[in-house]
């Protein structure tokens, strides 16, 4: 079935970068759009960028100038190169698609999560 996996997080200093990488895998026609949200402790999800089938990309204020995101059609995955990490950050990132799948249309996926980390 399908199923979307990030990887990339971690813990990093403040100023420092990662990338991180959502593949979608499973019985998927086309993917429509890609993008991150995170949540921080006692704050609400929020979307931080998102890539849409036709190119077009959105971002956070907040992560504007210091975060790109890119998609690899090829291989089904999204990434989010983040830049100049700042502690405000630190949030569980999650990865979302929406697709349309050979059996159930178009529907809208979440991965599991990856944990980033940046200290002061």
């Known amino acids: 079935q399908v199923q979307l996996v990030e990887s990339g997080g971690g813990l990093v200093q403040a100023g420092g970068s990662l990338r991180l990488a959502c593949a979608a895998s499973g019985s998927i026609s086309s993917i429509n759009a890609m993008g991150w949200y995170r949540q921080a402790p006692g704050r609400q999800r929020e979307l931080v960028a998102h890539?849409?089938?036709?190119?077009?990309?959105d971002y956070a204020d907040s992560v504007k100038g210091r975060f790109t995101i890119s998609r690899d059609n090829g291989k089904k995955t999204a990434y989010l190169q983040m830049n100049s990490l700042k502690p405000e950050d630190t949030a569980v990132y999650y990865c979302?698609?929406?697709?349309?799948?050979?059996?159930?249309?178009?529907?809208?996926?979440w991965g599991q999560g990856t944990q980033v980390t940046v200290s002061s």
């Open positions: 890539i849409t089938s036709g190119g077009t990309i």
């Open positions: 979302n698609a929406r697709l349309d799948t050979y059996y159930n249309g178009r529907v809208n996926y």
